[in-house]
C-alpha cells in the first residue's frame, strides 16, 4: 500500500509539474526555417526523463493528450503554436518510431496552423526515421502519407512543383499505397501547366480523403486554382 501511494504521488508530480516546465517556451519569429533549433525551445528527453521521476511514459501521454486537446479548441495562435512544436520534437526525440506524432504533426502545422516550416520539419523526420530507422511495420501501417503531405506543403504552401512531384511518385510507390495514387503517376509525368495539375491532384485528393478538415483544406485550394 505504500509503495502504490508513493507510485501515485510521484506520478502526480510528474504529470503536474513537466507542464510547466515545458511549455516555458521563447519568442520566435516562424517564417524562416533557418530558425527552427529544437533546443531553444525543448527540454532534452534526458531532462524530462529525470524530472518525470522514472515515470516518464505516464507524463508523456499527459502531454500527448492535452496537446490534442489544446489543439481541438480551435485556437491555433502563435503561442499554441510554439507549444505544439516543443510537444512534437520533446515527444519525437523521446520515441522517434511514434508514427502517430509524425502524422498528427502534418496535418496539425499544415492544415490548422497553415504553417509550412513546422510541417516540413517533422515530415521529414518522419520519413527520414522510416527511410532509415527500419521502424515496426505494425506501427507504420501506411507511411505513404508522409510523402503526400509533404508533396502537399511543397506543392500548395512552397509553390515547390519539383519536390512534390516527387513525393508524389514516391508515395504513388509504396508499399500499402491506395489505388488512386496509380492514376496520378500519369499526370506527373506528362508536360503542363502546373495549375492544371494542381487542379488534378486536389480534385482527386477530395474525392478520396475522409477526414474532413483535410477536404476542407483541399477545397479551399481548389477553388485558388479554378
Known sequence: ??????????????????????????EVEFNQPKLFKAAEYQLTPQFFKFISSGFWPAAHDYLWIRTLQIIGTGNFSKDILL?????YRLSIALDPYFYEVY?????????????????????????????????????????YSLYLYRAYVHAFMLNDWVHAKDDYLKASQ????????QEMQKWLKEEGSESVLAVKVLKLMIRNTDDQKLKQKYQEKLRHYE
Open 1 to 26: 500500500m505504500k509503495l502504490r501511494r508513493l507510485f501515485h504521488r510521484q506520478a502526480l508530480v510528474a504529470l503536474f509539474l513537466c507542464p510547466f516546465l515545458y511549455y516555458s517556451t521563447k
Open 83 to 87: 507549444e505544439s512544436i516543443g510537444f
Open 103 to 143: 502524422d498528427q504533426a502534418a496535418v496539425n502545422f499544415s492544415c490548422l496552423f497553415d504553417a509550412a516550416y513546422p510541417a516540413l520539419e517533422f515530415l521529414d523526420k518522419g520519413i527520414r526515421v522510416y527511410e532509415h530507422g527500419s521502424p515496426p511495420e505494425k506501427f507504420w501501417r501506411h507511411p
Open 174 to 181: 509504396m508499399r500499402g499505397a491506395p489505388r488512386y495514387l
